[in-house]
């Protein structure tokens, strides 16, 4: 397999890319950013000129100086051919041990020796031991799964020249990487966690999700198995983690036993009842009765609950209880719970800070080169996007924000806006009754009791993600009280109503200290909750997304009536397939992102595009897609895509690795680009993935 072509960032003044990386350590929270790749070159005829390059990469075995200095050889066996200009004299390897905080660094001299040392936050030299490099070539692994690409681009386009390497091949890599995860397992937590974590834990880490990434994209199961079996004699909580790879495996009975054990000994372990309730919550979408479907969600409703209290501080105990009272078809109470999920800062992950670079080389190799994916950059940033597309914030939510939206949106693709701020107005304390209750309660006389104290449970100063919450809408809170209406006609009247404000929790607060409303006038309130600023934004992001998405599919049936052509950009295409898929009304997410594609070649519209044909199970059209979105990866010097090699094992699964070979050589791209997706498929058969006997 050609490995992918070598990206070149040139220096303005040498070794200043490793000296930023120094600078960065301390600033380090995650896992740490892609490995430094620094080379020295010289040129042939004239010595005393020296140029320093740089790339990014992840993947490569870290598991000792020798097999990082051996990656820096393979780099010189390409540039230093007969006709070069130029060679390679030096380079130094970069790679962060995320347990220790320290950088581990091999120095290779052309000829010459090898030094290996690593550098802590302060940029002090330090020693390098065996058991560092073993806590370094797991984070390197898990990096790998962390910062690949799941096929849309996104992840590619945040870091300029990363080369992705698949970190585990074989079933031999497999070994190194559990046994490694084993020794440190215990030490998890010290990685830190996603997002939607408050607290790592020694089963909510980076290191578990990693682990449990790969098991689910190779479909490894048994071995997974075997790791949590050996580590539950050790720790109870791995239940959860043996659990799910048992779930993940179809050995449903045996996991379900596990846990029921295990609850036994330990019965507020919230990953283990968060673990049943989603597991039941699955069931329950695929009972054959109704009377089965409410029995499995009663029982789903009561592990979701008793997981918020033994984890009343962690955001995916309150969401799974809020996605359980959706399927449920309880409403307020959904609202309710979703409005009690404490949210969290974002973390994204470790990126590197870099000087602005003399020169940039993005070579292409030859095995990559098909027509509609080289011409992509070109016509990507001419492109001209609607403001208002441009404006939508719902599309750069992560983490709890990102969450909590989805299920904001499904309420709505279930009941409808205007059901939704019906519900909303039941549940929470509007602007407007707050305002009407207040000046009918200054009339009466004083009692004992206020609306604050008494009749308002909310919380006073909610948690914040720090993505675009809580003051963002003040603006809109002062110049749009009254609820505005976005009309638009294709033979009925369609409209989106603008959320009125909940009440400001701060403003009930400050209301409380000098105003005692009479009991009778207590009693609409009593029954209602202060409804969080953060939600609060969360339904006029809503209300905006849908806004456009009316005005969208409203404008494109009177073209359709009127036998014209609807015309947008591609980018505009792109954001309004997201849009649709966000809003959970697939076809039309469908319709955007085939749209787009007609004009030109996006990842991301092929991958959402692909989603669908999953579901469908339409495999030529999957095994197409899959072929683009391979190479356009490999184009970027990603050879691994962790969602991609699932998507070709899923396949194998369902059709047969004969067949789905068969398919991938029938198409009729040239045999190099073809290649590409066959190496995904030998991954398959060299893991022995089911479907790849036959």
């Known amino acids: 397999m050609v490995a992918p072509a ?370 992509e950059p070109e016509s990507r940033f001419s492109e001209q996007v609607d403001a208002s597309l441009l404006g939508l914030r719902a599309a750069s939510y992560r983490g709890t924000f990102k969450q909590a939206y989805n299920i904001l949106t499904e309420m709505t693709a279930k009941i409808g806006w205007d059901q939704l701020l019906k519900i909303r107005s039941n549940v929470f304390v509007m602007e407007d009754e707050y305002r009407t209750e207040k000046q009918e309660a200054s009339h009466s006389g004083p009692s004992k009791r206020n609306a604050s104290i008494d009749g308002l449970r909310g919380t006073p100063d909610p948690i914040t993600n720090g993505e675009g919450e809580t003051g963002e809408e003040d603006d809109e809170k002062s110049s749009e009280r009254e609820p505005a209406k976005e009309m638009a006609t294709n033979g009925e009247t369609n409209s989106v109503e603008k959320p009125p404000h909940a009440i400001d929790p701060k403003e009930v607060k400050g209301d409380s200290d000098h105003s005692t409303p009479d009991e009778e006038h207590l009693s609409k309130l009593n029954t209602k909750r202060l409804c969080e600023r953060w939600l609060d934004s969360l339904f006029m992001v809503l209300y905006e997304d849908l806004r456009v998405y009316t005005i969208w599919r409203t404008q494109m049936a009177q073209y359709r009536a009127q036998q014209m052509q609807y015309k947008k950009s591609a980018e505009e295409w792109e954001i309004l397939g997201a849009l649709a898929e966000r809003l959970q009304h697939f076809d039309e997410a469908v319709e955007a992102y085939r749209a787009c594609l007609s004009l030109r070649f996006s990842p991301k519209s092929l991958a959402g595009v692909l989603r669908v044909f999953q579901k469908t199970k339409n495999t030529r059209d999957t095994v197409a897609a899959v072929i683009r979105l391979v190479t356009w990866q490999y184009r970027w010097y990603s050879e691994f895509s962790p969602e991609l090699l699932h998507t070709i094992r899923t396949l194998i699964e369902d059709e047969g690795a004969v067949k789905v070979r068969s398919i991938i050589q029938a198409t009729s791209l040239p045999q190099t680009v073809l290649d590409l997706t066959h190496h995904y498929a030998a991954l398959c058969a060299t893991f022995r993935s089911s479907g790849t006997d036959g």
């Open 6 to 375: 070598v990206p070149e960032v040139t220096e303005e003044v040498l070794h200043e890319s490793i000296d930023a990386r120094t600078e960065s350590l301390l600033a380090l929270r995650e896992l740490g950013p892609p490995d430094l790749v620094h080379l020295l070159k010289q040129g042939v005829r004239n010595t005393g000129k020296q140029t320093g390059i740089y790339h990014h990469v992840t993947g490569v075995d870290a598991s000792s100086s020798a097999s990082l200095a051996a990656y820096i050889n393979t780099l010189t066996y390409k540039d230093n051919g007969p006709n070069a200009t130029s060679k390679i004299v030096e380079g130094v390897y970069c790679c962060y041990n995320a347990f220790s905080r320290l950088d581990m660094r091999v120095h290779v001299s052309i000829p010459g020796t090898v030094e290996s040392y690593c550098v802590d936050e302060r940029g002090e030299k330090r020693k390098a031991s065996d058991e560092l490099w073993l806590e370094t070539y797991l984070c390197s692994v898990l990096r790998a799964y962390s910062y690949a690409d799941d096929g849309s681009g996104d992840t590619i386009r945040k870091i300029m020249g990363v080369r992705r390497f698949n970190p585990v091949t074989n079933t031999e890599t497999e070994q190194r990487f559990l046994n490694a995860a084993e020794q440190l397992f215990f030490r998890g937590w010290q990685l830190g966690s996603d997002s939607v974590v408050q607290v790592p834990t020694n089963v909510s880490n980076h290191l578990t999700t990693g682990l449990l990434k790969y098991l689910e994209t190779t479909g490894r199961y048994a071995s997974g198995i075997n790791l949590f079996e050996k580590l539950r004699t050790q720790s109870i909580e791995v239940s959860s983690l043996l659990s799910k790879v048992m779930f993940m495996g179809h050995e449903e009975v045996s996991g379900v036993k596990n846990l029921y054990q295990s609850l036994q000994e330990t019965p507020m372990d919230y990953v283990m009842l968060d673990t049943q309730a989603e597991f039941l919550l699955k069931k329950a979408q695929t009972a054959e009765t109704p009377e089965a479907r409410e029995e499995r969600l009663k029982m789903a409703l009561g592990c979701a609950d008793r997981s918020t209290v033994a984890a009343p501080s962690e955001f995916g105990t309150w969401a799974r209880l809020a996605q359980v009272y959706v399927a449920m078809e309880d409403w307020e109470n959904a609202l309710t719970t979703l409005n009690s999920c404490p949210m969290f800062t974002y973390q994204d992950k470790d990126t590197p800070i870099m000087p602005e670079p003399r020169d940039v080389h993005l070579p292409t190799l030859p095995e990559t080169r098909l027509d509609e994916i080289d011409s």
